[in-house]
């Protein structure tokens, strides 16, 4: 069918959302122990893979009395480049982080984003760890 106003068509496409998933490499450990982070980040068979142009993540962690890590936090270290894992994988490792306080703390990684991906985060719900009191720090 015809374009009735003779108006040129446009189509408008938006960089496709990556799934982005951490898991603390503990879940529980006495204070000063080093907890990293590592973060896998999913897209899709047609945009190719998340790493691609130098996309990186960032990481970071708030506590001591958190359940999650939604915005704000602590960063970790600087961006940490992505390695491809498979066709439409990426993954990246924290650099290590030492709680000082007892309590739970949780992470989230924030994806950059590339030319075929849209920046995106993980929400920090699932992403979590404690650090207990012990050991010979004696709180």
Excluded at 15 to 39: F, L
Excluded at 45 to 61: C, I, K, L, S, Y
Excluded at 103 to 115: D, F, I, L
Aim: charged fraction near 5%.
């Amino acid at each position: 069918m015809a374009n009735p106003t003779d108006t040129p068509a446009a189509t408008i496409s938006f960089p496709a959302a990556p799934n982005v998933t951490t898991t603390p490499s503990q879940t529980s450990v006495p204070p000063r122990q080093p907890v990293t982070d590592h973060a896998t980040v999913t897209g899709n068979g047609q945009a190719g893979n998340p790493a691609n142009g130098g996309a990186t993540v960032t990481f970071f962690v708030c506590g001591p009395a958190v359940t999650s890590c939604p915005s704000g936090g602590t960063q970790v270290g600087g961006p940490v480049p992505l390695t491809a894992t498979s066709a439409t994988t990426a993954t990246a490792t924290s650099p290590r982080f030492r709680p000082t306080a007892a309590g739970t703390y949780c992470w989230r990684a924030e994806y950059s984003g590339n030319p075929n991906y849209a920046a995106a985060s993980g929400d920090g719900s699932t992403e979590c760890f404690t650090a207990h009191r012990g050991g010979p720090w004696h709180w």
